[in-house]
């Protein structure tokens, strides 16, 4: 017979699962909570998952998914002391959980992760970092550069890097043997993503539209859309531009526009979670960021057939052939990257090629079934008996 399972062979499925895996997530939005949520969603018949993350984590998917969740008092801050209780804290719900293998997502977590796992001193370690590693951003950078490498290679089993590109910096900045470092890529759902979505049909436009998806903090770069925005609307005042997310950022970026004489061209739509609808409405999706793990912004855009513009940076050259299925900038260029997004509004044929080309590689590369499928590897490995 058919049909969905009976409630029953549903808890008996659940019931003969026995190893338990704790993910470590610090406050985020746009790409590691999809990344997460990908995980959750493709795991969850094959472990118990537990979760731990801020309260400000509110995802459906993790909620219905996560067999339990540990509420992380975790901010932006590295408060020593803070981060000090709130890892003594966990090490508690991790040893009274029996947890088999703590799974840290970026640094902040990793902290705190890691340091609870060595406290319980029970289950195997697995980090993935998703972005590039800027201690000079941090207080007491070179001190905090050293005490992270000597917690990661004290506890840390397996590193999972999104990207070469970070990858490299692991390796730059002495973090873990180099051996240990695996590189998975991120991956989306292609079947989620085509010009025919249903679109949200509030928002229409009278010309061409550049969008982009992306948290708005400084390394997004999102300051230098806007600067080529100006520029292009000089000479092409009937393209718009739309730009989805939400961040520290947000306020300035309006006032910016502003200042600009462009804010009725950018429309600003804040954090969406419906990213395979708005797609549709883009003819070029663009990425001007001034540092970059791997954007799974662009794979969505490329999955939906779209012809990307991207900065020259991190994981995005690993994504981005010039001139195959997009083009690469120089980062902080607004000229340059006025220049390509006009070359592809003057150009549609090569738009559409583009897009075209786009799609069938991240069928080929980038794929949520290729993500999982090398995760899940490495959790069954650690997972042996010894």
Known sequence: MGGEKLPIF??????????????VVRPAQGGMLKHLETLFQGMGKEY??????PPSYDSYLLRAAAQKRYLLPLDESLHPLENWRIACSLAQFISQEKIDLVHTHGIRAGIVGQAAALMAGRGKVVATMHNMINYGMMPFSKVFQTMHGILMRRTVHTLITVSEAIKKEVIK?????PEMVTVIYNGVDVNLFSKQS???????????????????????GIKYLLDAAAIIDKEYPWVYFVIVGDGPQRNFLQQYAARLGIDKKVFFLGFRDDVPNILPLFDIAVIPSVQEGLSIFCLEALAAGCPVVASDVGGLTEIIIPCKNGLLVPPKDPRALADALVALLKNRILAAALGRQGRKMVEQKF?????LERTMK??????QPE
Do not use: W
């Open 10 to 23: 549903i808890f008996l499925e659940v019931l003969f699962l026995t190893e338990k895996i704790l993910h």
């Open 48 to 53: 118990h998952l537990y979760l731990a993350a």
């Open 173 to 177: 900045y002495r973090l873990f043997p």
């Open 198 to 220: 249903c679109l949200d049909r509030k928002i229409s436009f009278n010309g061409p539209v550049i969008g982009t998806v992306a948290r708005l903090e400084p390394a997004k």
């Open 367 to 371: 794929t949520y079934e290729k993500m």
């Open 378 to 383: 490495i959790y069954a490995q650690l997972l």
